[in-house]
């Protein structure tokens, strides 16, 4: 629930899909426990959110930042939930009394603590059995203790991992979700015999810009240019040039290659080469940037080998079977040898902790388990041909182990490059965005546009920006396409480029797709969850959390492109919308008929709006009550119907396609008033308990509204 939208209802139903999904639907055993976080009122700032206290109002509360969790307890029935990290009016959304509170699962270290909090008198034994029952119940319900042969989810086999039909629904995930943002005079799709096509920028051969944050690592990822030249085959020249960096100042790396590097591997059966049997994090303060356990003089390894580089993904496993999986150390020592001299930006890429060293000093060190792999790199000068002395210590203490050692060779990236491919092309693709090493949780980040993992500017890095310009100055066909993780305001490219797709991060797939809807394969059918400003001028500061201003629901200026945009190669007509009105509170009914009326077959994404009539200035604008994603033949037809959720006394606008109605909601008559004000409705997994309660004053600041949940990451 991070990254589906800004639309409580989108949220939520989006939400619901996916838990149902994650938990299966055996009577018996859980698939997975699917936890929705984070609760409550948690969007940052990254920098400060162990830190930042979230003030709200009680009606932003109730109508923006709490419905798509009462949607995901309730009709999608999450077993667990994460709260958040900050403060919420004063109060730790987690640290608040936690054990006591229901939140039952701390995944540092600091439930380490109970017992000396129990003999203290600060906690019951009966506190922490309350935690500790909800949770193995939680494991109960996963099968954990049954036999395999009677737990219905622990028949899958592990061959359905990239599975032909699990690759088929990554390709219809990435298809559906690309939305063609602009199509000037018809710009797409572009014809598959065109001679000579040039693919420019820094994101269209990054296999890490397909994943986002909190990813698998696919095993066959296709990059929009690798998407693009198997499309097209021998019979189209394709040209490519990065271009340019994703950021200034933040380079582009690939892995050293084994024709630079002569390395042997030291393997240890301990994280700090100790050889000692050591718990998860015993010797490790993630984030802290340093191992904690001294490392011996002189270890003795387990085994040695010859690597040809270190480009490794053990995931939850080990270099060998009969290693810790959470418990292990490699170090590498060797040479490296430049093919070129000049300035290299040289590090690591990996999870847990790792120190690189170059001609005997300490390059950079990093110790993180938080999110993908981190990137650490410092600038060095090197020789052409010459060997350098080089050795890599590499500590895994918990959860997925990966490194790979990387640099940036001097002359990666040219524009000179970009400039003269474009010149040689009949058209240009540009792919640019942003990257997760940009945009992501407590990140270190200090470049220009982006702070510690937020965004404080919302246009396309300068670097790109100025790419694109002069790339398009050249007057050949271009389209942009966009790889982002949140909304990019390209005012210039709104008003200069012909067509600009919007692809997100769009999965190991995402190529294949972004080459299907250029080239007309797929016909685009997305829509935008999220408003695409035209500048952060338009909007509140980033510490205030009133909805006033914010969203389509709130915003009066003008957008970039709204929320709900998307075009498609097909034409769509709406008529005859129609509702007879209901009862307050109880669903109402809208029907409304939608024709494709071009030659092509398409999807359309039918959206319902409603606005109670006459409400107050600080009500939404509109606000988004029902969708559908249909497909319809040229020149076909369709009545959608949809049943909307309860709508208060009054008269209530609905919309959808262009057309308005206006539907009188009825006061409920006494003989079907099914419940008295102020019932206070509860819905619970084992592990969670989330309170939600209706008709009550505001609570002091001594006296939080809910009291909740279970997960910490």
Known sequence: METYGEDPYLTGQMAVAFIKGMQGDDPKYLKTVATAKHFAVHSGPEPARHTFDAIVSEKDLRETYLPHFESAIKDGGAYSVMCAYNSVDGLPACANRAIQAGTDLNCGIEYENALAAVRSGLLSESDVNQALRRLLTARFKLGMFDPPEIVKYAQIPYSNVDSPEHRALALETARKSIVLLKNDRRALPLSKTIKTLAVIGPSADDAGLLLGNYNGIPAGPVTPLEGIRRKLGSSTRVLYARGTEIAANMPSFEVIPASALKLQGEYFASSNFDGKRHRPRELSVPNSGQL??????????????????????????????????????VRWTGTLTAPVSGTYQLGGAGKNAFELYLDGKQLVATNTIHGGRTYVYAAVELEAGKQYPIRLDFHEYLNDAALQLVWSRPGMTREDDAQDAA??????????????????????????????????????????????QKIAALGKPTVLVLLNGSAVAVNWAKDHIPAIVEAWYPGQAGGTAIADVLFGDYNPGGRLPVTFYKSVDQLPPFTDYSMKGRTYRFFKGEPLFPFGHGLSYSTFAYRNLRSPGSFAGQPVSVSVEVQNTSAIAGEEVVQVYVKPAGGGSDDPIRSLAGFQRIALQPRERKVVRFRLRGQPQGTLQISAGGLTRRVQISPLPRSRLLTSPGTSRRASGCSPRTRIRTNRPRPTRASPRWRTVTRRR
């Open 292 to 329: 904690v356990g001294d490392i011996p003089q002189n270890p003795q390894p387990l085994f040695t080998r010859a690597d040809a580089q270190v480009n490794f993904d053990w995931l939850d496993g080990a270099p060998r079977a009969d290693m810790n999986d959470d418990d292990f150390g």
């Open 423 to 468: 010149r040689q092309a009949d058209a240009v693709v540009m792919v640019m965005g942003l990257s997760p090493r940009l945009e992501g949780e407590e990140m270190r980040v200090q470049i220009e546009g982006f702070s510690g993992g937020d965004r404080v500017q919302i246009g396309l890095p300068r670097v790109q920006e100025e790419l694109m």
